[in-house]
């Protein structure tokens, strides 16, 4: 009788551990996977710009404009020269950004005092 409640047992634990096991880890990698190779998070340097409600990041490196997604973030930021931490959907034209940074105003341009 010992037996056959300790098997009892055994085959109850197992079968709960793999009822827990399945359901994370079905759902985090295909979540994971879809998000990653979508937008990249990127460190950014350039120019912030803003037209009305809409902002937009004129990247130092390209020249190439981006939409912000999240203007709330670079709020006292407009005109500023930055680096930005964030996510780069290249197939939106757009930019989610994580961190702005204030950039020195001699990184600009390196140089250019003239008086």
């Known amino acids: 009788m010992k037996k056959v409640m300790i098997c ?37 340097n350039g120019k912030i710009k803003a037209d009305g409600d809409k902002y937009s990041f004129i990247n130092d490196k390209d020249g190439k404009s981006w939409d912000v997604m999240n203007p709330e973030t670079l709020k006292g930021h407009e005109g ?12 939106k034209n757009a930019i989610h950004v994580m961190s702005v940074k204030m950039l020195k105003a001699d990184a600009m341009g390196g140089g250019s005092m003239s008086h």
């Open 8 to 44: 009892l047992l055994a085959v109850t634990f197992a079968m709960g551990v793999t009822a827990f096991a399945q359901p994370e880890g079905t759902m985090s990698p295909t979540q994971a996977d879809q998000m990653a190779p979508k937008a990249p998070l990127m460190t950014l």
């Open 80 to 91: 500023h020269h930055v680096q930005l931490s964030a996510h780069v959907y290249a197939d």
